[in-house]
Each structure stands twice: as structure tokens, then as C-alpha cells.
């Protein structure tokens, strides 16, 4: 009997000097760890330092025979909580990395983890209720019964054990090097691919416009049925689309503290991966992230909907389904998005880059009040702002003898014959020399701006151009230009036509 409770004292002390001494050796993964698992990360901090210290400290306390019960009963608790917390995530359906033993051993958590820990936690109870009184044979008596030519053996053997795990630590960053390399350069393929297929030389688009309503959707989870954006919005929360890819390795760097963002974030906030590539590649190689929601892209080319053709990037949908930012790319601007979320619209509005949020003369700020005008309609009417209220109205500034205005017409045509649901009302306003005479555009309400008077107000400089006002009469949108901005201010998609 004493010979097994000293193999059990020999395990558990292996084991938790390797895991802790692991953990110490890399503190960033450990963090991102811990974060992925759901702890906030202000405890994260501390037990990045505190989790490997324990562990370490546990070990050196099964070596002594005075000390060992209590190691044990310590050992007991450590791993209690350990499977308290692989169990609330896999139930969730959230398989983070398990670095249990740094990076001499990574994996997404699995139940193998838990029943491998729970053998673990047997041995320490078995210690606990059998060697309280007498934890078995001491090291020391151990030591003492060797030959000279076994202790030898036995320093050999530790030594080769520590060139083996530390070869193994080496390897092991080699290959996630080689990795890194390979998905940066498919990486860069994949953009340059994209831009060659871009016409002229016109920069990575930066989103839709803010307060256009965001495109429909419905995808297949990773994980097994499917969720549309819709169901998302149900829940009253911000919901962040993060537009990554398994060959994308500025993704893999970012996606292990996703898991912490929505822990933190989790009251007001949904955090949704849309993943290219194919469900096998994507379960590989992206199923350990700790994201709630890890949507498959397949063939929908939501990030071409989106216009987040870039990896990572991210854009933000309020809680009434409008586009609520500009898309950030690249973990620090995607991150910055985070507090601003946390402080409610007021911080989206701080956020938006100047052209939505300047209180300068000719530039709309979303929010405010839309600008005072009085205009004659193509009937002769007179129109003011407080005729619109009631409704939201699309402004759209309009010049019938522009070829990209003509271009819209039958997207519009087919859009105004039968709008979506939540649809705004179309107002097109024309400069008055070239608005049709007393025959409106669509059929909808039609305005001659003398002078131009109203498209100042707007700070209109070209056309087409469109705003949308919400019932009350407040802008509610960034100012689109351009055939792509105005089809989203509609929820229209024209990828093909447009691209």
C-alpha cells in the first residue's frame, strides 16, 4: 500500500510541476486561455500568474510525507474547479483550446479533458482518504534505497525527460511558425487575389453605410443548425459580425480572446464569426474559439454583402438591425470597437469617423435634427420637413441625366413595386431645372430644389446621393453617394453589377 500511494504522489507531483512550470513558460497563451474559458479579464490577470504558482506549489507539497494529504485535499479543489469549468463550456457548446500544459500540449476541450481530469481528481482523493495518516514512503527513503548505478539511471532518465519536453516546446513553435507562415502567405494570395479582381485602383471598401439597414441572412452554424440575423437581433443586443478565415493568420492570433470579449461584453453584446472556407476545414481548425455563434459562409458572400472583404474585420449591427459602424479591420481597430459598445449609442456616435459625427456647418451628424426646407413638389405642392414626419424617408438627390442615376433606375423600380418590410418612404429631390415637370420619378414624391438650396443644407456634392430621416425627423443615417451606397440605404444587393 505504501508503494501505491507513492506512485500516486509521484504522478500528481509530474504531472502538476509539468503543467504549472508550462504555464509559467508562456504567461500570454495562459491568459488567452483563460479568457476563451469565460474567466473576465481582470481575474485573468491575476490567474495567469496565481493558476501556474498553485500548481507548482501543490507538487513540491506531495513530496514531503507531512505535507502530502494536504496537497491532496489542495489537488482536489484545483481539479473540481477545472472540471466545473470544462463542463459549463462544453454544455455551451464552446470548445476554447485546453492548454493545460502549455505548449507541450494543445486542443480544443473535449470531454477526453474532463474524464482525463477526473481520473486525475480520483488519485487525489484516494490519497486524501487513504494517506492522511501515512502517505506512504518518503523520497528520501526512496533515494536512499538506490544503488549507485540506479540514482544514476534515475538522473539520466530525468534529464533526457527535460531534453524531451523542451525539444518537444521547440518543435512545437517551429511548426506553429511554419503554420503562421503558410496562412499568412494563402492569406496574402486570397487579397491579392481580391484586388485583382478589383477595378482601377480603388481602396478596400469600408462597409455599408451607417444606418442602412443590415442585409438578411441565415447560415449553418458550425456546430449544427443554423441562425439568421433576424434571430440575432431578437435579442436586443449588439451583434458584432467578425469576418475571418482558417488560411487568415492575423485571424488565429485574434480569435482566442474572442471568447473573453463575449464573457466581458455578454449583457449587450453577441459576438458572431462568419467563417469562409469549408465546413471541414472551418471544424479543423476554427471550432476551438470561443465565439457563441460560428457561422459557415459556403457560397451566401455575406463579407462581399457586407463589403468586409478583408481578414479580420468586423462591423457592429445595433439592436434595431442597422449597420451601427464603418468595418473595422485588423484586431486593433476591432478591438476599439469594445467600449464603445459598452457605452451605448452615444459611444457608437463618438465612434463614427467625422464625416457621420462633425457638428461642422454642411455635415449631417446621426441623431440630430435633420435640416429645415420648404421645397415645391413637380405637382406644385409645398413640402417641408414636418410633412415627412410620421415615417422614415430615404432623401435621395437625384439628376435624371446622370448614367449612374439612369443605372439605378430598375433596381429602384422593382425596389418601390414591392419594398421589403420596414421599408422607407422614397423622396427624390432634383435640381429644379431638371425635374421632370409635373410627372414624378417612380411615382413617388419628387422635389425641385431651387438653387440647390436643400442638397447645401445636406452638404450634397454629387448625385446620386441619399440620407434617410426616421420618423421623427431626425437624420438617421451616414450620407451614401454612389449607386453601391444608395442600393444599401435600400437593402438592395447588386454584388455583380456593382463590384
Not at 335 to 351: C, D, N, S, Y
Not at 389 to 406: A, I
Not at 408 to 428: Q, Y
Request: glycine letters at 10%.
Amino acid at each position: 500500500m505504501d508503494f501505491c500511494l507513492f506512485t500516486i504522489r509521484l504522478a500528481l507531483t509530474v504531472t502538476l510541476l509539468t503543467a504549472g512550470v508550462a504555464k509559467l513558460w508562456d504567461p500570454p497563451g495562459t491568459r488567452a486561455t483563460l479568457t476563451s474559458f469565460g474567466v473576465p479579464s481582470a481575474w485573468a490577470r491575476l490567474a495567469t500568474v496565481g493558476l501556474p504558482i498553485l500548481e507548482v506549489a501543490l507538487a513540491v507539497g506531495f513530496m514531503p510525507v507531512s505535507t502530502a494529504a494536504l496537497a491532496a485535499w489542495g489537488t482536489m479543489g484545483l481539479f473540481i474547479a477545472f472540471e466545473l469549468a470544462i463542463a459549463a463550456n462544453l454544455l455551451q457548446g464552446r470548445r476554447p483550446g485546453c492548454n493545460c500544459f502549455g505548449q507541450l500540449a494543445s486542443a480544443p476541450l473535449s470531454w477526453w479533458h474532463f474524464f482525463r481530469n477526473l481520473g486525475f481528481l480520483g488519485l487525489a482523493a484516494v490519497l486524501a482518504a487513504f494517506g492522511g495518516q501515512d502517505p506512504g514512503l518518503s523520497w528520501l527513503t526512496v533515494l536512499g534505497s538506490l544503488t549507485p548505478g540506479e540514482f544514476l539511471s534515475l538522473v539520466l532518465g530525468l534529464s533526457a525527460l527535460a531534453l524531451f519536453l523542451a525539444t518537444n516546446r521547440k518543435l512545437g513553435q517551429v511548426y506553429a511558425e511554419q503554420a503562421r507562415l503558410q496562412a499568412a502567405v494563402e492569406s496574402l494570395e486570397s487579397h491579392l487575389k481580391v484586388s485583382h479582381q478589383t477595378r482601377g485602383f480603388e481602396p478596400p471598401h469600408e462597409g455599408l453605410p451607417v444606418g442602412a439597414r443590415a442585409p438578411a441572412f441565415r447560415l449553418d452554424l458550425l456546430t449544427g443548425g443554423n441562425v439568421s440575423l433576424e434571430e440575432l437581433v431578437a435579442m436586443r443586443k449588439w451583434t458584432m459580425l467578425l469576418f475571418v478565415s482558417p488560411s487568415c493568420a492575423p485571424c488565429h492570433e485574434l480569435l482566442p480572446k474572442v471568447g473573453g470579449w463575449q464573457h466581458e461584453h455578454d449583457d449587450h453584446l453577441t459576438v458572431v464569426m462568419v467563417c469562409k472556407g469549408t465546413p471541414d476545414e472551418n471544424r479543423r481548425r476554427m471550432g476551438e474559439y470561443g465565439a457563441r455563434y460560428k457561422l459557415l459562409q459556403q457560397d451566401s458572400r455575406l463579407d462581399e454583402l457586407y463589403r468586409a472583404t478583408w481578414s479580420p474585420s468586423a462591423v457592429l449591427i445595433g439592436r434595431d438591425g442597422r449597420i451601427a459602424t464603418p468595418v473595422a479591420t485588423g484586431e486593433e481597430a476591432i478591438r476599439a470597437l469594445l467600449p464603445e459598445v459598452a457605452a451605448g449609442e452615444e459611444g457608437i456616435r463618438a465612434f463614427l469617423p467625422e464625416e457621420t459625427s462633425s457638428s461642422q456647418a454642411g455635415v449631417l451628424r446621426i441623431g440630430d435634427p435633420a435640416p429645415e426646407f420648404s421645397v415645391l413638389s413637380v405637382h406644385g405642392d409645398s413640402i417641408s420637413k414636418n410633412d415627412l414626419l410620421g415615417r422614415e424617408t430615404l432623401l435621395l438627390f437625384w439628376d435624371p441625366n446622370c448614367q449612374f442615376c439612369q443605372g439605378l433606375l430598375a433596381h429602384l423600380r422593382s425596389w418601390d413595386t414591392n419594398p421589403p418590410p420596414m421599408t422607407p418612404r422614397l423622396v427624390f429631390v432634383c435640381r429644379e431645372d431638371l425635374a421632370p415637370r409635373g410627372e414624378p420619378i417612380l411615382q413617388a414624391l419628387t422635389l425641385a430644389d431651387q438653387g440647390c438650396a436643400m442638397a447645401k443644407k445636406f452638404g450634397i456634392q454629387g448625385n446620386p446621393s441619399g440620407v434617410i430621416l426616421d420618423a421623427q425627423g431626425r437624420v438617421a443615417s451616414a450620407l451614401a453617394t454612389g449607386p453601391k451606397g444608395i442600393l444599401a440605404l435600400c437593402g438592395i444587393s447588386a454584388l455583380n453589377e456593382y463590384s
